[in-house]
């Protein structure tokens, strides 16, 4: 069984930089893709960015230039910079076991392709 415990977030001046964390606890090497979603209460789930096994990654359109999603043996991690009041929502990281490629589609489906996901996280982004 995989689970996912998210550590990061919290409020963050606009202009700056935040950094998000998902630890992955037991077998990793089972996850194809990994992602991180958001979701305004609301709103519709966006996909901010998504990496696949040989390391490829995909940014959601309103991220893109500003997000850097990377992974090591214990986890994924996010980093944005000059972010925005409109970055402000939860964030959520998810994983995929089936198999995965780096199709968009997966980063523009709602989440409904992942499997696992992690608690959320909070972002509030001021002015």
């Known amino acids: 069984q995989v689970n996912l415990v998210q550590s990061g977030g919290g409020p963050v001046q606009a202009g700056g930089s935040l950094r998000l964390s998902c630890a992955v606890s037991g077998d990793m090497s089972a996850i194809t893709c990994m992602a991180w979603w958001r979701q305004v209460l609301g709103k519709e789930r966006e996909g901010v960015a998504l990496i696949v096994p040989e390391g490829d990654s995909r940014y959601g359109d309103s991220v893109r230039g500003r997000a850097t999603i990377s992974k090591d043996n214990a986890g994924v991690y996010l980093e944005m910079s000059n972010v925005r009041p409109e970055d402000s929502a939860n964030y959520y990281c998810?994983?995929?076991?089936?198999?995965?490629?780096?199709?968009?589609?997966?980063?523009?489906?709602?989440?409904?392709?992942?499997?696992?996901w992690g608690q959320g996280t909070l972002v509030t982004v001021f002015s």
């Open positions: 998810a994983a995929r076991f089936r198999p995965c490629g780096s199709s968009m589609a997966y980063l523009q489906s709602g989440g409904s392709l992942f499997e696992v």
